[in-house]
């Protein structure tokens, strides 16, 4: 029989924690091994993190303001455009950005600033630092930091290996973050802790159901640029998708998070206009004519998740603070805090 210390290091190293430990600790290395130069044969990943958020976000009431998330995922769609990258993606108070390699055949195209790491990650920390000041709603206004670090992986699968890494991060503090704020009267912020993610979920099903499911803070937002057809001419635009449902993570195929633009046939979408005036794209039946286009990986420790016939949601800003939608659940909230 194991004692109780077996059965306490057995349950928290779960197989998302497994999995997700074995990503960083190879992408660390990666990180501490880039050259000054970048190679323009590989593809080149960045990322921007916000520099000690923990204070910064203290002036929010928690860390799923709405405002909050606007700003960051508005700041990296800048980001991505500016920096002319495939895909970036956004979590928490993160953002991960993939460039395309240099094809041999075309003269005189290069990296970004000769790819000079020096020279892309202090102008990336300084652009997303200044568009998310920017963007952040005027009554929380402050001066947010963000940093910069630069690698490169050889193939298309290594590119989709880090953006998965991202996602079970996204995943695990989300599904953190939400249990915190459902949890009952009788139990502390301790004792949540000490619950893998599998038990955090039963606990946040049975209080909020699938309030949370679809949501940027448990699944993060991916931002991608697509051609717009204005019949005469084509305009490049950009759309904000969460990719997850039900509480299950979907990751993309590296063809996806790789193409220069959404590829048309991987979605069927109607834009619609929001009440609030914004316009947002709503994704319909994506993967149940095509799943070659999107694999759908169920997190281990979301096992008892159903499956959904789409995997695609889209990103919308909501019109009504999330308090009020646990109070109509009948649940009630307190501040979460990481």
């Known amino acids: 029989m194991a004692s109780t210390i077996d059965l306490e290091i057995k349950k928290e190293y779960t197989p998302l924690v497994a999995e997700l430990t074995s990503l960083g600790e190879w992408v660390k290395a990666l990180e501490d091994s880039c050259p000054k130069i ?3 044969s590989k593809w080149t990943l960045m990322r921007v993190d916000g520099h000690k958020f923990s204070t910064y976000t203290a002036r929010f009431k928690n860390k799923r303001d709405q405002g909050l998330i606007d700003a960051m995922v508005h700041a990296a769609t800048d980001w991505l455009l500016e920096m002319q990258g495939a895909t970036v993606y956004v979590q928490s108070d993160e953002a991960t950005l993939v460039l ?11 990296l970004p600033f000769n790819g000079r790491v020096g020279k892309l990650t202090t102008l990336s920390a300084g652009l997303f630092s200044t568009r998310f000041n920017k963007y952040i709603p005027e009554e929380h206004r402050g001066v947010a ?7 490169q992986v050889d193939t298309v699968e290594q590119v989709r290996d880090v953006f998965r890494w991202r996602q079970l991060d996204a995943f695990r503090n989300g599904v953190s973050t939400i249990a915190r704020t459902c949890k009952s009267a009788t139990m502390s912020k301790k004792a949540i802790e000490m619950f893998n ?3 955090k979920l039963d606990m946040i099903r049975k209080q909020v159901g699938d309030l949370y499911a679809a949501d940027h803070i448990v699944h993060g937002t991916f931002v991608k640029k697509e051609l717009i057809d204005y019949g005469m001419y084509k305009r490049t635009g950009t759309r904000k998708l969460v990719l997850g449902n039900d509480y ?15 590829p048309e046939e991987v979605l069927n979408v109607e834009l619609i206009k929001k009440l609030t005036g914004t316009e947002t794209y709503v994704a319909r039946n994506a993967v149940t004519r095509d799943s070659s286009h999107l694999e759908l990986n169920t997190v ?3 096992l008892e998740s159903r499956k959904s016939t ?10 009504a603070s999330e308090e009020a939608a646990c109070q109509d659940s009948g649940k009630s909230h307190e501040t979460a805090s990481q």
Do not use: Q
């Open 38 to 40: 970048l190679d323009p």
């Open 248 to 262: 299950i993570i979907h990751t993309p195929t590296a063809n996806w998070l790789t193409s220069k633009y959404m």
């Open 310 to 319: 789409s995997a695609l949601h889209a990103y919308v800003p909501s019109e």
């Open 197 to 199: 993610t599998k038990e």
């Open 145 to 151: 930091y963000f940093d910069c670090r630069a690698f």
């Open 100 to 110: 395309p390699p240099i094809k041999p055949d075309v003269i005189g195209m290069t």
């Open 300 to 302: 281990p420790d979301a």
